[in-house]
């Protein structure tokens, strides 16, 4: 307090509120941010969240972290289901919005790869009620009776859809197997090959099946559908060559490119490698969803 003022009695419980909310800001914003592949909705979740959590009597809780995650989760559901009504009217293909992450993050393998952008894309083909169960359990690691509290199920029920997600994503979840030190002789393999416009070298990096999807969001110039196969992806990459510059970036755990244009961003491009290969490219050129590239975002666990 300013003038070496003690705080009041009324005063106090809302400090405490607001240290504990702090304490666990970078945490509640992993959540949300998992559940919604969204970073301007999870802040929004953060501060509807904290509008809940700064009326709550703290004497009535026991586990301040798990009734926060509760909130957070709760508030995350419902703009889940706001924003699958929004997806669905959105232009081309919707990619989650991308992260300029700590070097802290990408030493956390679980949870690199749980935001990477390979995997935020199977989450989305998962219900809202499963998204949060498979995030909450297989990601945070919280007991089946605190994820029961925060989806408003029984605890034998979410014992269920969490079998039903697991499985759901089991199937679909990208497979890496390459060690970071050759993930990073690929990425730098294959920004070489863009600048230069060595499409032989590309045909070399980028596997026969790659898939590239481009996320303008009707605002950027962006194919409106994935462009598959390495002839077709080789052939949009190569319009790159001489008119940008790649420089490297950790992006949601993962090292990736970003694509600067006449010294500006103009996209970020996340890259996804299988045995020494390019598999997935991922493209977001909306604007609006590059606004977190200017500044690392903490994640936790």
């Known amino acids: ?147 029961a509290e925060a989806v408003g199920k029984s605890a034998a029920a979410v014992r269920q859809i969490a079998h039903r997600a697991r499985a759901h994503v089991a199937a679909r979840r990208p497979h890496v197997t390459i060690s970071p030190a050759e993930g990073r002789d690929a990425l730098a393999a294959f920004k070489s090959a863009v600048e230069t416009g060595d499409l032989q070298h590309l045909f070399d990096v980028l596997a026969p099946n790659v898939v590239l999807l481009t996320d303008g969001g009707g605002i950027a110039q962006a194919a409106l559908a994935p462009i598959t196969g390495v002839a077709e992806v080789t052939a949009v990459l190569g319009r790159l060559a001489g008119s940008a510059s790649l420089r490297p970036a950790q992006v949601n755990g993962h090292p990736a490119l970003t694509v600067h244009i006449g010294g500006e961003l103009d996209a970020v491009l996340a890259v996804h490698l299988e045995n020494g290969f390019v598999t997935g490219l991922y493209a977001v050129r909306n604007p609006e969803k590059l606004s977190y590239m200017d500044r690392e975002t903490a994640l936790r666990r």
């Open 1 to 147: 307090m300013s003038g070496g003022q003690e705080p009041t009695r009324e005063q106090e419980p809302r400090m405490s509120a607001t240290e504990t909310f702090l304490a666990h800001r970078n945490l509640l914003f992993t959540v949300a941010y998992e559940m919604l592949g969204s970073a301007a909705d999870a802040e929004d979740v953060l501060q509807e969240t904290w509008l809940r959590w700064a009326e709550v009597d703290l004497t009535e809780v026991r586990n301040e972290r798990a009734y926060l995650v509760r909130i957070t989760t709760r508030q995350a559901l419902g703009r889940l289901r706001t924003l699958g009504r929004r997806k669905e009217s959105y232009v081309g293909p919707w990619l989650p919005e991308p992260l300029l992450t700590a070097p802290d993050v990408a030493e956390d393998v679980e949870l690199a790869d749980s935001v990477s952008m390979a995997m935020l894309l199977v989450l989305e083909t998962l219900a809202p009620t499963e998204r949060a169960v498979f995030v909450l359990r297989e990601v945070f690691d919280l007991p089946y009776g605190e994820i």
